[in-house]
């Protein structure tokens, strides 16, 4: 007796739904994966076929929703039924198209997964926005709309957003998605433009080497006519305060949320601030310009993530030219070479101390200086491992300030940004990057010889 399932032989199992469920990661992950590149190449979409504008019009309907408010759950199961009955409505037409299965099963399991019953009401393709001059969320939603009903069929693209993030030795994600480590000791501005001006400073963590880490962050948000006056907030270590530098915890005329909010729901400020763990952890949240900014204590150093419209990040002049996030840190204040670390025990600032004998293993004693520890390369790995399963470049990042400073609180640092990369980063598909040489960047989505190759394979599923 043969087992039943993926692996059964017989014509019947061409058209049963377990097929469908067998190979449904693999169709999500191909669909993913050439998404952004030469779908096309092998694949006829009739014009009749609009399941682009089924999904066009799902994230009209969902892109202003969020967690935090009440009715976030029903609104969000209205938009599922939605998209359902498009789908339906253009089956036959799309019978051969692979991104319309694709999203079938994808609607499917977003239903299972909310518990979203099939039978219900649906939303509206074309739902009220109540417009707010000071909520970003609302006002580029209303611009949307307004240039949708006079686009006469043009394609109209919503701006997008862009993220930053600094951490560790220290590590910098540039809005590019280019990953850098520097040294930048002193003031450096990471953002400066009409909108808000972040700046961080660095000190050295080592005597006698050149790493460094953030121990001040400062950032000023500039006045924005009608919704809030400038406001300065400022973070230095031991001391990570829950307002800003003139006592207020939000500035600005109530607006409805737009934005996780410590979970809260109805009215907030234009602008405020939200304590996730008194002395350790704040976020700022100006929902007037729809930036979001992360502000950790961890050890003795600070980390940053900011999530910010990519129209707001590149309103500044020439003068506001030099920002670590829009262009990196200068050749000059690079360590890393071409995004690749060196991941070997350190020869400054921190001495080994190697056991006695004629024959000397590879194994390295670990000993304490100053609440310091010596990490060999295996040590290193095995505790960063503890807390990124995936050896990217957050992995090796931690690696590398193990060996470099000897402080354990560098892991904490690197689980911590990756987790605030995730929730603010606004592209899934990019949160992976995996440095240089190595062996973990071939399975990188972005890589040639995968693509060709899902692209093949692509080509046969069509063909069968």
């Given amino acids: 007796m043969g087992r039943a399932g993926c692996c059964s032989s017989g014509a019947e199992r061409l058209a049963s739904p377990s097929l469908a469920r067998c190979f449904r990661p693999l169709l999500v992950l191909i669909i993913a994966l050439t998404s952004a590149g030469r779908i096309g190449q092998c694949q006829v979409i009739t014009p009749q076929c609009r399941i682009q504008k089924c999904t066009t019009d799902f994230v009209s309907l969902t892109s202003h929703l969020t967690p935090a408010v009440d009715d976030f759950h029903v609104e969000f199961c209205?938009?599922?039924?939605?998209?359902?009955?498009?789908?339906?409505?253009?089956?036959?037409?799309?019978?051969?198209?692979?991104?319309?299965?694709?999203?079938?099963?994808?609607?499917?399991?977003?239903?299972?997964?909310?518990?979203?019953?099939?039978d219900g009401p649906t939303s509206s393709t074309h739902p009220e926005v109540h417009h707010e001059p000071c909520n970003y969320y609302s006002?580029?939603?209303?611009?949307?709309?307004?240039?949708?009903?006079h686009s006469h069929g043009h394609n109209i693209s919503r701006a997008g957003f862009l993220f930053c993030g600094l951490f560790g030795d220290p590590h910098l994600r540039t809005f590019k998605d280019s990953f850098q480590t520097c040294k930048v000791e002193g003031a450096w501005p990471l953002i400066d433009n009409t909108y808000l001006s972040v700046q961080v400073t660095n000190v050295p963590v080592v005597t006698g080497s050149s790493a460094t880490a953030t121990n001040k962050i400062t950032v000023i948000f500039?006045?924005?006519?009608?919704?809030?006056e400038q406001r300065v907030y400022q973070a230095v270590?031991?001391?990570?305060?829950?307002?800003?530098?003139d006592g207020t915890v939000s500035s600005g005329d109530p607006i409805h949320v737009s934005a996780g909010a410590d979970g809260a729901s109805g009215k907030v400020r234009a602008l405020w601030i939200s304590e996730r763990s008194p002395g350790h952890h704040v976020e700022l949240h100006a929902g007037y310009i729809g930036v979001t900014v992360i502000v950790r204590q961890l050890g003795r150093y600070l980390t940053l993530a900011v999530r910010i419209p990519e129209e707001m990040a590149h309103a500044y002049?020439?003068?506001?030219?030099?920002q670590l996030c829009l262009n990196g840190c200068p050749s000059g204040?690079?360590?890393?070479?071409?995004?690749?670390?060196?991941?070997?025990?350190?020869?400054?600032?921190?001495?080994?101390?190697r056991p006695h004998g004629p024959r000397y293993s590879t194994q390295i004693q670990l000993s304490s200086h100053?609440?310091?520890?010596?990490?060999?390369t295996d040590a290193a790995k095995d505790r960063c491992r503890e807390q990124l399963e995936v050896q990217d470049i957050y992995f090796h990042s931690c690696?590398?300030?193990?060996?470099?400073?000897?402080?354990?609180?560098?892991?904490v640092a690197a689980y911590s940004a990756q987790k605030d990369m995730e929730s603010l980063h606004p592209h899934r598909d990019r949160w992976r990057i995996y440095p240089r040489g190595s062996s973990t960047s071939t399975l990188h989505p972005h890589g040639r010889p995968l693509r060709l190759f899902t692209l093949l394979l692509l080509c046969a599923l069509s063909a069968l």
């Fill in 78 to 118: 209205k938009a599922l039924r939605a998209y359902s009955a498009c789908t339906q409505r253009t089956a036959k037409s799309c019978r051969g198209n692979l991104v319309f299965h694709s999203a079938v099963l994808g609607i499917s399991d977003l239903m299972s997964q909310r518990n979203c019953s099939r």
């Fill in 139 to 149: 006002r580029t939603q209303h611009a949307h709309t307004h240039a949708h009903a």
């Fill in 222 to 228: 500039k006045p924005y006519e009608g919704c809030t």
């Fill in 237 to 245: 270590t031991d001391n990570i305060p829950a307002a800003f530098d």
């Fill in 317 to 322: 002049d020439d003068t506001q030219d030099l």
């Fill in 333 to 353: 204040e690079r360590i890393d070479q071409g995004g690749h670390l060196p991941l070997s025990p350190p020869s400054v600032g921190l001495q080994l101390q």
């Fill in 370 to 376: 100053g609440g310091r520890q010596i990490f060999t």
């Fill in 399 to 411: 690696v590398f300030d193990l060996l470099t400073t000897g402080d354990a609180n560098f892991t």
